[in-house]
């Protein structure tokens, strides 16, 4: 029995290496909602949510994901059992419909603690690694061509990422296509290139773009139409030539589901934020799987822990024939955690240590923590250098 004593929570405002340009938002910063689970015997697990400029993307925000954890899941899960998590994910679906993000962070906290409790990594307890590392991209947003060429060069010099997601949708079609052309051109067969119109697109232009981006050299849309548009994605899948990945549509095993039947998508983009925890990303991978789909490894742009999460699920899963984004951390000017993420030969090592592998830096968090959140009662063991309250 690992029984749960505390849970608190707490947002972060982490300034980002450069303004993110989507469809739907433009992000300087991105707020971090940590979750902090402590165990009567003072074992703590961390989670974090994440979502893209406030309730920009998703029906949920940092600040309504930390209420709602405060509010009706810290007295809920508080002296349940940590080493059931699916019993309290049931409990926790029981009570509270949707707000998938919020239920996310708890589970990665709860898998966090139990595998700390236990000296494993998360990766264990999920069926165990059948890999060390995955392989990541690295999205393009910038907004300028020549800080796009000048970042990708820079990348591929690092041996950080050699294949780019470009951020579209905000300019037209035409310049838009151009763009890729232009990056296509610059770059030859040294990187390779998708696109993620993040449902900027009609049903006609994602036509017509299907056609010009594959021209321009592109292997992939992501999320071209609108995200309840099921029929649409799967029309434009029986006719592009190029892929076509769902994103936004994705929000949970019963949506993964639908897609899957109706093949809406070559690909499917699995988020352990949209799935509402570890658990139902899992069972969207077996969905999606079971259903000939082709799986990349997505992100909310999660810091280091979210990102450790994602990549705790990902490695027991052998394929992503469209690799993984899990580059948050990278856009992120500090990070949070005592151990960075190592990535090396254009992937991330898979954190080794117990439970997620990764732990918080009390001054880094005391340092970017949103105004009115501190003082924080720090759990003793997260971090043996800080045993007082900041
Ligand atoms: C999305 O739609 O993919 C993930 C990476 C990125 O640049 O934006 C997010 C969301
Ligand atoms: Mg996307």
Request: proline share 4%; glycine share 8%.
């Given at each position: 029995m690992?029984?749960?004593?505390?849970?608190q929570?707490?947002?972060?405002?982490?300034p980002?290496?450069?303004?993110h340009?989507?469809?739907?938002?433009?992000?300087?910063?991105?707020?971090?909602?940590?979750?902090?689970i402590?165990?009567?015997?003072g074992?703590?697990?961390?989670?974090?949510?994440?979502t893209?400029?406030?309730?920009a993307?998703?029906?949920?925000?940092p600040?309504t994901?930390?209420?709602?954890?405060?509010?009706?899941?810290?007295?809920?899960?508080?002296?349940?059992?940590?080493?059931?998590?699916?019993?309290?994910?049931a409990?926790?679906?029981?009570?509270?419909v949707?707000?998938h993000?919020?239920?996310?962070?708890?589970?990665?906290?709860i898998?966090?603690?139990?595998?700390?409790?236990?000296?494993v990594?998360?990766?264990?307890?999920?069926?165990?690694?059948?890999?060390?590392?995955?392989?990541?991209?690295?999205t393009?947003a910038?907004?300028?061509f020549?800080?796009?060429i000048?970042?990708?060069?820079?990348?591929?010099?690092?041996?950080?990422?050699?294949?780019?997601?470009?951020?579209i949708?905000?300019?037209?079609?035409?310049e838009?296509?151009?763009?890729?052309a232009r990056l296509?051109?610059?770059?030859?067969?040294r990187?390779?290139?998708?696109?993620?119109?993040?449902?900027?697109?009609?049903?006609?232009?994602?036509?017509?773009g299907?056609?010009?981006?594959?021209d321009?050299?592109?292997?992939?849309?992501e999320?071209?139409?609108?995200?309840d548009?099921?029929?649409g994605?799967?029309?434009?899948?029986?006719?592009?030539?190029?892929?076509?990945?769902?994103d936004?549509a994705?929000n949970?095993?019963?949506?993964?589901?639908?897609?899957?039947?109706?093949?809406?998508?070559?690909a499917?983009?699995?988020?352990?934020?949209?799935a509402?925890?570890?658990?139902?990303?899992?069972?969207?991978?077996?969905?999606?799987?079971?259903?000939?789909?082709?799986?990349?490894?997505?992100?909310?742009l999660?810091g280091?822990v979210g990102?450790?999460?994602?990549a705790?699920?990902f490695?027991?899963?052998?394929?992503?024939?469209?690799?993984?984004?899990?580059f948050?951390?990278l856009?992120?000017?500090?990070?949070?955690?005592?151990?960075?993420?190592?990535?090396?030969?254009?992937?991330?090592?898979?954190?080794?240590g117990?439970?997620?592998?990764?732990?918080?830096d009390?001054?880094k968090?005391?340092?970017?923590?949103?105004?009115?959140q501190m003082?924080?009662d720090?759990?003793a063991?997260?971090?043996?250098?800080?045993?007082?309250?900041?």
């Open positions: 690992i029984k749960i004593r505390t849970v929570t707490l947002i972060v405002d982490v980002l290496k450069r303004a340009m989507m469809t739907m938002a433009v992000m300087e910063r991105q707020s971090c909602v940590l979750v902090v402590t165990s009567e015997d074992e703590v697990g961390i989670g974090e949510a994440t893209i400029r406030g309730a993307y998703v029906p949920e925000s600040e994901i930390k209420t709602l954890i405060d509010a009706h899941v810290a007295p809920l899960v508080t002296g349940m059992d940590a080493s059931k998590p699916r019993a309290i994910m409990a926790l679906s029981k009570a509270i949707g707000n993000f919020a239920k996310c962070a708890v589970e990665t906290a898998w966090d603690l139990v595998g700390k409790s236990l000296a990594p998360v990766s264990a307890l999920l069926g165990g690694a059948v890999r060390t590392a995955v392989p990541v991209l690295w393009l910038s907004g300028d020549g800080a796009d000048e970042e990708g060069e820079k990348l591929l010099q690092q041996r950080r990422h050699n294949i780019f997601k470009v951020k949708g905000r300019r037209s079609l035409a838009d296509c151009d763009w890729i296509v051109a610059h770059f030859g067969d990187a390779r290139f998708r696109v993620d119109v993040n449902q900027g697109w009609r049903f006609l232009d994602a036509q017509r299907c056609r010009m981006f594959a321009a050299g592109a292997e992939l849309i999320q071209p139409i609108a995200r548009d099921i029929e994605l799967a029309m434009l899948t029986r006719s592009s030539e190029i892929a076509i990945m769902t936004e994705i949970g095993p019963q949506r993964m589901y639908e897609i899957t039947r109706a093949r809406a998508g070559h499917v983009s699995i988020k352990i934020a949209q509402g925890g570890l658990l139902a990303a899992r069972a969207m991978i077996d969905i999606a799987q079971t259903g000939h789909m082709d799986l990349y490894g997505g992100t909310m999660e280091p990102t450790a999460a994602s705790q699920l490695a027991t899963v052998p394929t992503f024939r469209w690799d993984t984004e899990l948050g951390p856009l992120q000017r500090d990070s949070l955690t005592i151990e960075p993420l190592i990535y090396k030969d254009f992937e991330l090592q898979i954190p080794q117990p439970g997620l592998g990764v732990s918080l009390w001054d968090v005391s340092a970017y923590a949103r105004e009115g003082p924080f720090i759990p063991r997260s971090n043996e250098g800080a045993l007082h309250a900041v």
